[in-house]
């Protein structure tokens, strides 16, 4: 997911070009919003942390992009290209070194499991199926 603060700074077209010369073909897109209902039910994992009410204000305050991308080891792979949580941590050259501002309004979105993956893929897209 291209994350609303990343939307709204006009990076959407540099991140998505990130993503494909780093070889993951992308079978999904949308450009949608998400409601502080459906933001919180996307992060659950996060519901009882402390910035959790700040992350659905931050996730439902503008336009987001999710997609669904195919690679072999994606999940390990996308995550080292978006860079740690911390934009300050994340190596240079990450989308999140380049385009991230704070720990919270972090430009991007990763998977954390290709269980996960499953799950978020389908989240966004009715009955997504891979093609
Ligand atoms: P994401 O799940 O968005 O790809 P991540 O897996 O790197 O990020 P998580 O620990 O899953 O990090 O946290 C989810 C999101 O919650 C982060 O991307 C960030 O936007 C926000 N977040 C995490 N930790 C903090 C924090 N300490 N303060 C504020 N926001 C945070
Ligand atoms: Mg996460």
Same mark, same amino acid.
């Given at each position: ?23 993951? #073909? ?14 919180? #039910?996307?992060?659950?994992?996060? #519901? ?17 992009? &999710? &997609? ?5 080891? &994606? ?14 941590? &994340? ?41």
């Amino acid at each position: 997911m291209i994350k609303p603060d990343a939307v709204g700074n006009g990076h959407t077209g540099k991140i998505i070009d990130q993503i494909i010369s780093n070889g993951f #073909r992308i079978v999904a897109m949308k450009y949608t919003c998400l409601s502080e209902e459906t933001a919180g #039910r996307f992060y659950d994992v996060h #519901r009882t942390r402390p910035f959790f009410k700040d992350l659905v204000d931050f996730m439902s305050s503008g336009p987001i992009v &999710a &997609a669904v991308l195919e690679k072999n080891n &994606a999940v390990e792979d996308f995550r080292k290209l978006i860079g740690a949580t911390d934009p300050k941590k &994340a190596e240079p050259g990450t989308i999140r070194n380049l385009f991230a501002k704070s720990i919270e309004a972090n430009a991007v979105h990763g998977s954390d499991s290709d269980e996960n993956a499953a799950i978020e893929a389908n989240f966004f897209f009715n009955q997504f199926e891979r093609f």
